[in-house]
């Protein structure tokens, strides 16, 4: 995709939606972190529902640990791998108490080193948390990114790779926002609704879906 048509893109995508933001619930950046570990293989809403209630009393890594590991699980038990999750939470808020004075920390390496958080939970954190310019990609972002043409790539590393390099200003710190909403809502994984979306001729991605009424 050429950059004019990148540019373009995006601000059709911005156009649409003006102020894109996680769906993800959370109070502050350490009920985000672990509300994103716990989006892991999960749906926003299915981790929005399990969070409800325990982020109403647990909302520092101190509580969280106070509630422990078997507690926990009585709360996020509809998400899958609920155990492996609840085993990674207790952990990480284990290492925030003791690594980093039980605060979430403004670096992505560090938070990388935390038990459950890998690049891309590092990469939201770091984004919605602390504003910084960085290109999670989960499994909506890669199916946009490949089937439009705009950020093509064998692997989530070459795709956020091509969006750190070709994503232009002013659209780098909503980027990812716009492209998981655009991918949950519109070019869907079996139906995309090409009949509606804004993009459409920019988009490589043949054939393109008929309304429901032809």
């Not at 926003?44 to 590991?69: C, H, I, S, W, Y």
């Amino acid at each position: 995709m050429k950059k004019a048509d990148i540019a373009e893109f995006y601000r059709r995508l911005a156009d649409r939606t003006p102020d894109p933001e996680t769906e993800l619930s959370c109070i502050n950046d350490y009920t985000l972190l672990v509300a994103v570990v716990l989006s892991a293989q999960a749906t926003d809403a299915g981790v929005n529902a399990a969070t409800r209630d325990l982020f109403k009393t647990v909302d520092t890594p101190q509580k969280m640990v106070a509630l422990g590991e078997e507690g926990l699980k009585r709360h996020i038990r509809t998400i899958g791998l609920f155990n492996m999750k609840a085993k990674n939470v207790i952990a990480l808020s284990e290492a925030l108490i003791r690594d980093h004075g039980g605060e979430v920390p403004a670096d992505r390496d560090a938070l990388q080193k935390l038990p459950g958080v890998g690049r891309k939970t590092a990469n939201v954190v770091m984004n919605v948390a602390f504003g910084a310019e960085t290109f999670p990609v989960d499994t909506h972002v890669f199916r946009v990114t490949n089937r439009t043409g705009l950020a093509p790539g064998k692997d989530v590393n070459k795709v956020e790779a091509k969006l750190e390099k070709e994503t232009p200003a002013p659209w780098r710190n909503a980027a990812h926002h716009l492209l998981i909403l655009h991918g949950r809502y519109v070019c869907k994984a079996r139906k995309p609704e090409c009949w509606r979306c804004v993009v459409a001729d920019l988009c490589r991605y043949k054939p393109k879906t008929p309304p429901p009424c032809a």
